[in-house]
């Protein structure tokens, strides 16, 4: 399979605890974002990277969240000291622009919950 | 307001219909436009891509989108059972904005045997 693949699938964890999401892209391709989406709403953008560059973060991006791309190619995401409130589905898309084309493809996301 | 409305639905219809979905928008710099389906605790999959205003099809899908208006719309013909998911539009802004997609809501689609 050479999608985008995201680990773990599910996570549940207490409040007060950090958890750590790791998302591989889809080979060659340069940029890679992280979405949260919550029961019955679309996905929000949290952050994006072009190679290993963190270029734009969201302000629903805390500063209990950091994301990191050492390397250009997988991407980790964590939240320390979890809330209630974080509990949702955490996606990663990868993409390679070319011309006026910059087609995200998503993983199957890392469902969060915070007990 | 959001910057991107979406019907949540529910739609339910019967196989071999017609659907339409649609979307409305605030910004006029969306340029990008797509639709992904997205099946139960699944990722978001990709079904058609746009740029400016027109017309796409690709097999029973066909994508609008009317930028004077900032409405957006995908039609399925021909529905089939297989089709019930949650549908989202999505847009972005020119490149130099990095691409980061604005979602609606979703549209949860039922097609009855």
């Known amino acids: 399979d050479t999608g985008v693949s995201q680990d773990p699938r599910h996570k549940i964890t207490k409040r007060g605890q950090n958890v750590t999401f790791r998302c591989d892209p889809i080979s060659e391709h340069n940029r890679l974002y992280w979405y949260r989406q919550t029961l019955g709403q679309g996905p929000e953008f949290l952050t994006y990277f072009q190679n290993e560059a963190q270029l734009e973060k969201s302000r629903l991006l805390s500063d209990r969240f950091s994301a990191e791309r050492p390397k250009g190619s997988f991407s980790t995401l964590e939240i320390q000291r979890t809330e209630q409130g974080d509990s949702a589905m955490y996606l990663c898309a990868s993409s390679l622009p070319i011309a006026l084309t910059d087609t995200q493809y998503f993983g199957p996301g890392t469902r969060l919950t915070v007990l | 307001q959001k910057e991107v409305e979406q019907d949540p639905g529910p739609l339910s219809v019967p196989e071999g219909a017609i659907v339409s979905l649609n979307c409305t928008y605030s910004n006029s710099a969306f340029q990008y436009f797509m639709w992904y389906r997205q099946y139960s605790r699944k990722g978001p999959e990709l079904l058609m891509y746009?740029?400016?205003?027109g017309n796409k099809e690709d097999g029973r899908f066909t994508a609008q989108v009317d930028k004077s208006s900032k409405y957006i719309s995908l039609f399925i013909r021909d529905s089939q059972p297989s089709d019930s998911a949650t549908y989202l539009c999505?847009?972005?802004?020119?490149?130099?904005?990095?691409?980061?997609?604005?979602f609606g809501t979703g549209t949860r689609l039922a097609v009855r045997p």
């Open positions: 999505a847009m972005s802004a020119e490149k130099s904005s990095g691409d980061k997609l604005t």
């Open positions: 746009t740029y400016s205003s």
